[in-house]
């Protein structure tokens, strides 16, 4: 795993982040009849609730959590893809959640993002040579004259062969496609670089590749990464944080190797008991770790979003939601069991 990086300079915060999106229905199905009356009753996915973090810069900090947990919607909102319901996003000193057009524009050069799908995120009428070189020119990291060796260049950093600048990208296997989905994210030159599940369609085979590229170029290029998983193997590997998130919450941060070592929270305790895969909890419920099903976001429990589930439940868990705070140095968790006899 990657070490904990010694620097000090925060280079994102998230305060109190929180995106709702209101549920798509049809009018009937949002009538209700209540004393004597239809009313119409909106409902919402609860996807982020009051999230509140933070990325040093050198650091990697990865996102996990089952599918469905507010992990790519939240990276989504840091990258300017959802605007936030509410709360506050912080690169270095300057709020930009609330930022929008020409305002936006000098930080989308910052933060780049690399998508899942590697095929479904590039444009497939483009050359490559379009593809990673149009964000150059809209942000002013190469000119029409230069533009060319600027392409080629950063093509042979993520290890593509320049003679394919003017292929298209279905000419490539998926492993190609996501480093061009690399070339073009880190041609604008960025600080932060956001991976939403970048390996996770590739082959088992390619997967070491893209990670050991990605945690080159980190290196070389000096760059912070947030990483959005569901594969804890990949985890352990590449990041030296790790948040933990469930319906919507972060429910546990911490060092990679102390997260890994002893997990604090009952979900985190669920989730890496699942080690290697997360498809399946069957066998990790049968050995006493959850029980029951995951709520949905659209009615979340009351007090702590897991305690339905929690074997460890006490009464205040469905009182209270208790805080995510910190329980030994660089270590948070949001439990009421903290400080109690499990």
């Known amino acids: 795993m990657m070490a904990r990086n010694n620097n ?3 280079l994102l915060k998230v305060e109190n982040l929180t995106k ?32 509140t973090l933070e990325i040093k810069k050198g650091d990697t900090l990865a996102l996990v959590g089952e599918s469905g947990c507010g992990k790519s919607t939240l990276a989504k909102c840091i990258i300017g893809l959802h605007q936030p319901t509410s709360g506050k996003i912080f690169y270095g000193d300057q709020e930009i959640g609330n930022l929008t057009g020409r305002k936006r524009r000098p930080f989308q050069k910052r933060i780049q993002m690399i998508f899942q799908d590697p095929f479904s995120s590039l444009n497939p009428r483009k050359k490559v040579e379009d593809i990673v070189g149009r964000p150059m020119l809209l942000h002013g990291i ?30 490539f296997s998926g492993g190609q496609r996501q480093r061009i989905g690399i070339a073009r994210a880190l041609g604008c030159k960025p600080e932060l ?21 990605l945690m080159d170029l980190q290196e070389s290029m000096d760059l912070t990464y947030l990483f959005v998983s569901h594969d804890l193997s990949v985890v352990k590997h590449i990041s030296s944080r790790v948040a933990v998130m469930y319906l919507g919450y972060i429910v546990e941060l911490a060092d990679t190797e102390d997260i890994f070592a ?11 008991s699942a080690i290697p895969t997360l498809d399946t909890l069957d066998f990790v419920e049968a050995a006493g770790l959850a029980e029951g099903e995951v709520p949905t976001p659209i009615n979340l429990p009351s007090g702590c979003p897991f305690h339905p589930r929690c074997v460890h439940k006490m009464p205040i868990c469905s009182e209270k939601r208790p805080e995510l705070r910190e329980i030994t140095p660089g270590r948070f968790s949001a439990c009421h069991l903290n400080g109690k006899k499990q």
């Open 262 to 272: 002893k997990p604090n929270h009952p979900y985190t305790q669920l989730l890496f």
């Open 193 to 213: 670089v956001i991976g939403d599940e970048p390996i996770s369609a590739l082959d088992v085979s390619i997967q070491a590749q893209i990670l050991n590229l």
């Open 20 to 51: 709702h999106f209101p549920v798509q229905k049809n009018i009937f199905e949002q009538m209700s009849f209540n004393k004597g009356r239809f009313e119409l009753k909106s409902q919402v996915v609860h996807a982020v609730n009051g999230v």
């Open 142 to 171: 190469a000119q029409k004259e230069n533009l060319k060796k600027a392409v080629l260049d950063i093509m042979d950093r993520v290890g593509l062969d320049s003679t394919y600048a003017s292929r298209y990208p279905h000419q």
């Open 8 to 10: 000090s300079e925060v």
